[in-house]
């Protein structure tokens, strides 16, 4: 059994901005069921939502602050969390990184250092817990320097950090580094230092003993300057230190069995009722109801990353053909207005909801034919492997996680019986519809298609499968 500190800014369901809250709540858990001492460290914001009893532990002094470390439970399991009481810091309403205009919170480095000093206390058993891990896992930008810190200890856990996004790297000037009081050793070109900046992302890339992110594919493409964002070299520096392992989904939540969400459930054998979701999409977002017609589904932030602009361009083209287009998303503004004129403009044909809808994202999981993920970039994805579950066959770019979860239709594939959905190459417009119109080919022989589902919805998606290879990654180290 090993002991882990998974040192993470959020964790489903306490505190949720993005996907690194979905990792922090599921990952610890599959590590627990496999018989794993794990422990949370967090920071205790105004927002988070404990729901078991929330008890006072120790204080730990670093820096010149007296910091509380209170201790709670995750909801509906027996994980413990330590969140980091820091009122000063922590303690306001809203988001953990940006205020109500979006603009990062001024003290962030500050809030940050203090979180890794903590943590660092902890790896070392000096903040009176009682507990010395054998693993500290930390998590994007705002664990970083926990590994730089750790790396001055004469004994020391083994630190791991898991890179969920290259582009957030939490740069702050120069100036800030002699605020924060931080040891003059980390500050050179090799340690914290970026140009001149302070870079804390880069306290995880340089010391920690192996760096993850969160697919194989992701893992090669930040090795190159398109994705890199101006580390590619000190990644392919310690390329032999760095490994991807791709994300589960929550089995519970996304299954089309038992989907509280839907009317109509279904599995492998009765897939003829997936039709019933796809009539109740089509009356919800107002479309002609007609079974015959292949649907296309998609659910996404409405940004660049997303491969929003791809699909713009190709609306033209997909309205001369024989389909139907559900959008649900909301983000950049211009994308949205755009999007809106053409659904107004066709209304038989493209239906858009803006905003955040968890019932409408799996009624669009259900009753969707075919699911759009055209990303530029994408560490991971959730929702292509979602699609697959509720066979409804995504078609993606071959990036990142998107390429390492789907497998393109090709004869091979087709009698092998991986083919799971339809997969194209360049970040163009053109061969998106390319790919769409193979799509419609392949919908045209039910016969095909329906084992292209089953293919689809036996994939293994489970945090066990993907909780045993961080354990064999701990093992290895
Ligand atoms: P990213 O984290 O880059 O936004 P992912 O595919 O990894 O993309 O995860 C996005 C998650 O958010 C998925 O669970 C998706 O269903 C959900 N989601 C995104 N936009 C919406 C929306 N407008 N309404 C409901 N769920 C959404």
Request: aromatic share 10%; with cysteine; glycine share 6%.
């Amino acid at each position: 059994m090993k002991k882990i500190l998974f040192v993470t800014s959020e964790a489903h369901p306490l505190i949720k901005t993005g996907g690194l809250a979905d990792v922090s709540g599921s990952l610890p858990k599959a590590l627990a069921e496999l018989g794993q001492d794990i422990r949370l460290l967090i920071p205790y914001y105004q927002s988070l939502k404990a729901t078991n009893d929330v008890y006072y532990r120790c204080t730990v002094r670093v820096n010149n602050c007296n910091v509380n470390i209170l201790e709670t439970r995750m909801p509906d399991s027996n994980v413990l969390v330590w969140l980091v009481d820091y009122p000063e810091f922590f303690n306001f309403p809203g988001n953990p990184y940006v205020d109500e205009h979006g603009n990062p919170w001024a003290n962030n480095a500050d809030r940050f250092a203090l979180f890794c000093r903590v943590a660092t206390e902890i790896a070392t058993n000096r903040a009176y817990l009682d507990w010395q891990p054998d693993i500290v896992h930390c998590n994007d930008w705002q664990s970083a320097l926990t590994p730089a810190l750790l790396s001055l200890e004469a004994q020391r856990p083994i630190t791991i950090f898991t890179i969920h996004n290259m582009a957030y790297q939490g740069t702050f000037p120069a100036a800030t580094y002699d605020n924060l009081n931080l040891p003059r050793r980390l500050w050179n070109p090799n340690g914290l230092e970026y140009h001149n900046l302070l870079s804390f992302i880069k306290g995880g890339l340089a010391f920690a003993d192996h760096i993850t992110t969160v697919s194989p594919t992701y893992a090669l493409e930040i090795q190159t300057a398109e994705f890199g964002y101006g580390l590619e070299d000190l990644l392919k520096h310690r390329k032999d230190h760095l490994s991807g392992i791709i994300n589960g989904i929550d089995l519970e939540q996304w299954n089309p069995e038992s989907d509280p969400y839907l009317s109509h459930h279904y599995e492998t054998n009765s897939l003829n009722k997936k039709a019933l979701n796809k009539a109740a999409l089509q009356q919800a977002m107002g479309l002609p109801e007609n079974p015959k017609i292949p649907v296309f589904g998609l659910i996404s932030r409405l940004v660049h990353q997303k491969g929003i602009d791809m699909i713009l361009e190709c609306l033209p083209e997909m309205l001369e053909m024989p389909l139907q287009f559900v959008l649900l998303g909301s983000g950049d503004r211009l994308f949205e207005q755009q999007l809106h004129m053409f659904a107004a403009q066709n209304p038989e044909k493209i239906s858009l909801r803006v905003g955040y809808d968890e019932q409408l994202a799996h009624l669009i999981e259900a009753g969707s034919d075919i699911f759009l993920m055209p990303s530029r970039f994408e560490p991971c994805g959730l929702n292509q492997m979602y699609s697959q579950r509720y066979g409804t066959l995504p078609i993606v770019r071959k990036t990142g996680g998107l390429a390492d979860t789907v497998v393109d239709t090709l004869p091979a594939t087709i009698a092998n019986k991986t083919a799971s959905g339809i997969v194209f190459s360049n970040a163009q417009a053109g061969a998106l519809i390319e790919a769409i119109k193979r799509s419609l080919f392949l919908y045209s022989n039910p016969t095909g298609w329906r084992q292209l589902q089953k293919n689809a919805m036996l994939k293994d998606f489970s945090w066990h499968n993907s909780a045993q290879q961080y354990l064999n990654l701990y093992d290895s180290i």
